[in-house]
Every structure is written in C-alpha cells, then in structure tokens.
C-alpha cells in the first residue's frame, strides 16, 4: 500500500525567513511526486512534481523539492518565504491510477 | 476566464434532501475528478472520468452519483444527505488521463449538512 505522510501540521515562520516542510511517503513501486498548494477560500494548485530525471526540481515562485530514493522524502524548501506564501500544502504521490494525498501543513508566516 | 467552475460555492441543506453540485472546465481537458476534503482538511478521491467514461470509483456510498453529460461537465448527485457528508468538494480536470498528469483544481462547494 501506499502512503504519505506530512510530519507537521503546521509550520511558523518568521517572514523572509527559510522554511522546509516535511514529506515521506511509502511504496514498492516507482512513484510520481508533488506538492499542491491552497490559498484560503481557494483550490489547489501544482506548485511542482517529480518524474523523472533530476531529483531536485523547482517551481517559478522559489520553492524547490528534492525526491530522496533512500529515504523516501521529497520535502519541500524555500529559502525565503513571504507573507504571501501563507497557504496549506500539500504533499501527494501517486502509483496506479490513483493520486494519494498527504493531511496538509499550514504554512504561517509571521510578520 | 475560470479554467475549472463549480456551483454552488455554498450549500447548506437538511438531513435527508438530495443535492447536487455541478463542475465545468473550459480547459479541453478529457480527465475529470471529484475530491471530497474532510474537516481535517484530508482529501480524498472519490471519482474520475475519462471522456465520460468512469475510470475510478473509490469506496464511496452509492448515495452519491457522478453524472458526465459531456467532456467538459462531471456532475455530482447526492442523495438522502447525512451529516457526515458536511465537507468541502473539489473538482479538477487534467488533459489526460495517467498519474503524471497536473491537476487543475476549482475552488470547492463547501457542504454543510444540518
């Protein structure tokens, strides 16, 4: 079976500030990965995703994930977050047909 | 232009009416799904279609029932509501049908069954 989890429920971080939140996930099969983020009142979005090739792979507003095969993470980095960066996020893998969610961390930043 | 649309963006019903929550994407997209987010904010697949074809089914009550009346459009239908069905629903659409594929995602009808 798979799954993901998400160590943090939420994460405060002073504003301009690194963050790094947290994801690993289980399978015995080769997985595709991603990060999704949700604005308040919003659905998500993709942020970036893995597939193949080079594991460290980045989005256009400063976050980057790095797929570690040998322990199963993919956490996410900024390192520099910005009051518009407050959102929840969310790591998801999937295997099969399927897309399978993590539980979100809400990312606070503080002024 | 909203890529994904779904209306209402409110619901709030008694215990025991039937529902329904309508989704549109004007992206061209042949995928569909709905999502059903828990209080905890866990979200969960429910269904997904390819070009009007049911692909996936999760475990889901029977109450609910998707509707594809073309490409573009995967409505859902609950009947006999319950407060357990209180969450926030999410469609998406993505161009293909395969894992690799980004979602797009609208912006959830939030259900509030009293």
């Known amino acids: 079976a798979q799954s993901v989890t998400q160590l943090d429920s939420q994460v405060p971080v002073f504003e301009e500030a690194p963050v790094e939140l947290r994801c690993n996930y289980s399978s015995s099969v080769s997985v595709y990965l991603f990060w999704y983020v949700q604005y308040p009142n919003q659905g998500l979005q993709l942020l970036l995703k893995?597939?193949?090739?080079?594991?460290l792979v980045e989005s256009i507003n400063g976050f980057e994930a790095e797929f570690n095969k040998s322990q199963t993470s993919f956490h996410l980095r900024k390192p520099s977050v910005h009051i518009s960066d407050t959102a929840e996020y969310f790591c998801?893998?999937?295997?099969?047909?399927?897309?399978?969610f993590g539980k979100g961390t809400r990312l606070h930043i503080l002024p | 232009d909203t890529a994904v649309s779904q209306t209402p963006k409110y619901l709030v019903t008694q215990m025991g009416n039937d529902k329904s929550i309508k989704c549109e994407q004007n992206?061209?997209?042949?995928?569909m799904y709905w999502y059903k987010q828990d209080s905890k904010k866990f979200l969960k697949i429910m269904f997904s279609y390819n070009n009007k074809e049911l692909i996936i089914n999760e475990t889901v009550p029977n109450r609910f029932s998707p509707k594809s009346p073309d490409k573009a459009h995967l409505n859902l239908h609950i009947n006999s509501l319950e407060l357990g069905d209180s969450a926030v629903y999410f469609c998406?659409?993505?161009?293909?049908?395969?894992?690799?594929?980004?979602?797009?995602f609208g912006p959830g009808t939030r259900l509030l069954v009293l």
């Open positions: 893995y597939l193949s090739g080079s594991t």
């Open positions: 992206l061209g997209h042949d995928t």
């Open positions: 998801a893998v999937s295997v099969g047909d399927k897309i399978i």
């Open positions: 998406a659409s993505s161009q293909e049908m395969g894992v690799q594929e980004t979602q797009y």
